[in-house]
Antibody, heavy 116, light 107 residues
Framework: QVQLVQSGAEVKKPGASVTLSCKASGYTFSNYAVHWVRQAPGQSLEWMGWINTGNGKTMYSQDFQGRLTITRDTPARTAYMELSSLRSEDTAVYYC?????????WGQGTLVTVSS | DIQMTQSPTSLYASVGDRVTITCRARQYIGTNLNWFQQKPGKAPNLLIHAAVNLQVGVPSRFSGSGSGTDFTLTITSLQSEDFATYFCQQTYSIPHTFGQGTKLESK
């Protein structure tokens, strides 16, 4: 069965960076895009960026330009999201999701807490 | 960015009710619209894709309609497990923006 399993919760200080992982199973990894979406406490969902897992090309929301890097390791069937220069407003649950338009499978989410 | 506006933002209903949630895009998005259900502490769950297509495994009491800028999610005969927050999302252009959510609560 299709699964996306994300890495565990992180606590970071302001100014630090965080790297999250999203490991896929149950399907051909390079056939489906992976998106990253986050949700601050009590808020709606915010699209961050996506990676074409076939060729590695990425696109990012302008809200994260310069701070966000999405990569993938195809043999490991894993996508990664690195967010730098963290601030308190980056405290949120971060999700990965599969497929360019359908978002049919999601990871369980990773809580990132940014606090001094 | 394409702004997505849902209404209402909160909704009270009873088991057995018919419920309608609307989503409006600020500009044309064709049928490039998804609907998700989210329960507390859980990831969003896809209900409808491409505005009208019921995702595999989703009960048939859920349906979607609309195209262009105006869309609707309808739940016929509401069940207790349907009390949750619902989000629309456009996938017409990057960034794939979401609505602000509609919280469906028990009356």
């Amino acid at each position: 069965q299709v699964q996306l399993v994300q890495s565990g919760a992180e606590v970071k200080k302001p100014g630090a960076s965080v790297t999250l992982s999203c490991k896929a199973s149950g399907y051909t990894f390079s056939n489906y895009a992976v998106h990253w979406v986050r949700q601050a406490p009590g808020q709606s969902l915010e699209w961050m960026g996506w990676i074409n897992t076939g060729n590695g090309k990425t696109m990012y929301s302008q809200d994260f330009q310069g701070r966000l890097t999405i990569t993938r390791d195809t043999p490991a069937r894993t996508a990664y999201m690195e967010l730098s220069s963290l601030r308190s407003e980056d405290t949120a649950v971060y999700y990965c999701a599969r497929d360019y338009t359908i978002y049919d499978y999601w990871g369980q989410g990773t809580l990132v807490t940014v606090s001094s | 960015d394409i702004q997505m506006t849902q209404s209402p933002t909160s909704l009270y209903a009873s088991v057995g009710d018919r419920v309608t949630i609307t989503c409006r895009a600020r500009q044309y998005i064709g049928t490039n619209l998804n609907w998700f259900q989210q329960k507390p502490g859980k990831a969003p769950n896809l209900l409808i894709h491409a505005a009208v297509n019921l995702q595999v495994g989703v009960p048939s009491r859920f349906s979607g309609s609309g195209s262009g800028t105006d869309f609707t999610l309808t739940i016929t005969s509401l069940q207790s497990e349907d009390f949750a927050t619902y989000f629309c999302q456009q996938t017409y252009s990057i960034p794939h923006t979401f609505g602000q959510g509609t919280k469906l609560e028990s009356k």
